[in-house]
């Protein structure tokens, strides 16, 4: 999404404060220990356990295949985090020197999760839906879907791209991961708004839509009343202000929401 500049998620417009209001921040581990200078331990996946896609490494010291999450086989965990799923890319630290104006010469660095495996109960494909309609947009003009496996996932997005004023669908691969907030401390304000760190390792066409491989965006990851409805606002530019720039609703395919069932648009 960092690489987007106007973000992966603007395709259409979204009032982020109405959208805060009505969903509520998913919480991974004890938060509360946020502000102790978290310690971590590790996990280690071992070999004879599920494919790559199910959260299966190898135990020699390599690392999933290119294009999948690029992470060790040894995942290391906040203190207080949610118990490890078994599913998606193990983390283990990442250190990230965001390229924007605002930020130059500032570096993040994150080096346990909170939440390893992804979200409980954030699984299977989420479409983009806009204002508590699930017609709209209009998939002849814009569409995605976003497909969780564990923390692992594939955004699929098509519309016009304005760069080529040409018609271009992209799919884009990646794992996200829930930070100690310490880590923004000093460096970002309203630190625990962002739960999620969103990183991109692998993007079809290159360039597609600006996505570039390596992009990562701090992301709030809400809810609505239950996990088939999320909400995504994401910070394209790391703000020091804390804000996210781009903001879309999801949900879950084969699921109802106001009435209304929610389909995939590529079908």
Same mark, same amino acid.
């Given at each position: 999404?960092?690489?987007?500049?106007?973000?992966?998620?603007?395709?259409?417009?979204?009032?982020?404060?109405?959208?805060?209001?009505?969903?509520?921040?998913?919480?991974?581990?004890?938060?509360?220990?946020?502000?102790?200078?978290?310690?971590?331990?590790?996990?280690?996946?071992?070999?004879?356990g599920?494919?790559?896609?199910?959260?299966?490494?190898?135990?020699?010291?390599?690392?999933?295949?290119?294009?999948?999450?690029?992470?060790?086989?040894?995942?290391?965990?906040?203190?207080?985090?949610?118990?490890?799923?078994?599913?998606?890319?193990?983390?283990?630290?990442?250190?990230?020197?965001?390229?924007?104006?605002?930020?130059?010469?500032?570096?993040?660095?994150?080096?346990?999760?909170?939440?390893?495996?992804?979200?409980?109960? +954030?699984?299977?494909?989420?479409? $983009? #839906?806009? =204002?508590? &309609?699930l017609?709209?947009?209009?998939p002849?003009? @814009?569409?995605?879907?976003?497909?969780?496996?564990?923390?692992?996932?594939?955004?699929?997005?098509?519309?016009?791209?304005?760069?080529?004023?040409?018609?271009?669908?992209?799919?884009?691969?990646?794992?996200?991961?829930?930070?100690?907030?310490?880590?923004?401390?000093?460096?970002?304000?309203?630190?625990?708004?962002?739960?999620?760190?969103?990183?991109?390792?692998?993007?079809?066409?290159?360039?597609?839509?600006?996505i570039?491989?390596?992009?990562?965006?701090?992301?709030?990851?809400?809810t609505?009343?239950?996990?088939?409805? +999320?909400?995504?606002?994401?910070? $394209? #530019?790391? =703000?020091? &202000?804390?804000?996210?720039?781009?903001?879309?609703? @999801?949900?879950?395919?084969?699921?109802?929401?106001?009435?209304?069932?929610?389909?995939?648009?590529?079908?």
């Open positions: 999404m960092e690489a987007l500049e106007a973000g992966m998620w603007t395709g259409v417009e979204y009032s982020t404060m109405r959208r805060f209001n009505a969903y509520q921040k998913v919480l991974v581990g004890l938060l509360v220990v946020w502000m102790c200078g978290c310690t971590k331990t590790t996990v280690t996946h071992y070999n004879g599920p494919n790559p896609l199910d959260g299966g490494t190898s135990s020699d010291g390599g690392t999933l295949p290119p294009g999948f999450c690029n992470q060790a086989v040894e995942e290391s965990l906040c203190e207080g985090a949610s118990a490890p799923t078994g599913t998606g890319c193990p983390f283990s630290s990442l250190s990230v020197k965001p390229n924007t104006p605002k930020r130059s010469g500032v570096t993040f660095n994150f080096d346990c999760t909170l939440c390893p495996g992804g979200i409980p109960g +954030i699984e299977g494909t989420y479409r $983009l #839906y806009e =204002d508590d &309609n017609t709209q947009p209009n002849s003009e @814009y569409r995605e879907t976003i497909t969780f496996s564990g923390n692992h996932f594939v955004d699929v997005l098509e519309a016009m791209d304005p760069a080529t004023n040409k018609t271009v669908k992209v799919t884009a691969k990646g794992y996200y991961f829930c930070p100690d907030p310490s880590a923004f401390q000093g460096k970002m304000k309203s630190v625990t708004y962002f739960n999620t760190v969103w990183v991109y390792t692998d993007v079809d066409p290159i360039g597609g839509f600006g570039e491989p390596g992009a990562t965006d701090p992301t709030f990851f809400g609505g009343l239950s996990n088939n409805d +999320i909400y995504l606002d994401a910070n $394209l #530019y790391w =703000d020091p &202000n804390g804000s996210g720039q781009s903001s879309a609703q @999801y949900c879950k395919v084969g699921s109802t929401l106001f009435k209304q069932e929610c389909t995939n648009p590529f079908n």
